[in-house]
């Protein structure tokens, strides 16, 4: 996997401008912050974003992707100023599930999810060195 940075452009900050990488692509749909009941436990955006890594993580863990492996995540939040309010704890979440990886990423702030207690939702794109 390489970072593609252009030179003179200001580093990102929780994300990378570009990436290319060769190897298995694996995919998710859009998943949320539910448990394996499709109950949402978590009631915060920073809570069910955790909860939705997680998920998101035992769903590529399936055929042997790992948080190292993710090239792109489109977020879709609710709302822009509870995320903004939660980056933090949302930050320290990403550090302890996904470490130093820092994907693409776009964040999109939707009027509502299908699910209406869910406050994101997040598609992934891994890619496995063959």
Wanted: aromatic residues 8%; glycine residues 8%.
């Amino acid at each position: 996997m390489k970072i593609l940075q252009p030179p003179g452009w200001p580093r990102p900050k929780g994300y990378s401008n570009g990436i290319s990488a060769k190897g298995r692509m694996v995919f998710t749909a859009g998943i949320v912050g539910w448990d394996e009941h499709e109950a949402f436990p978590e009631y915060t955006l920073h809570g069910q974003f955790t909860r939705a890594l997680r998920n998101t993580l035992a769903i590529l863990a399936e055929d042997g992707a790992g948080p190292e492996h993710i090239v792109r995540m489109t977020c879709y939040v609710t709302d822009r100023h509870e995320y903004v309010v939660s980056r933090d704890e949302i930050g320290a979440a990403w550090r302890e599930l996904m470490g130093k990886n820092f994907p693409t990423m776009a964040l999109i702030e939707v009027k509502s999810l299908l699910e209406s207690a869910a406050k994101v939702e997040i598609e992934t794109t891994a890619v496995v060195p063959e």
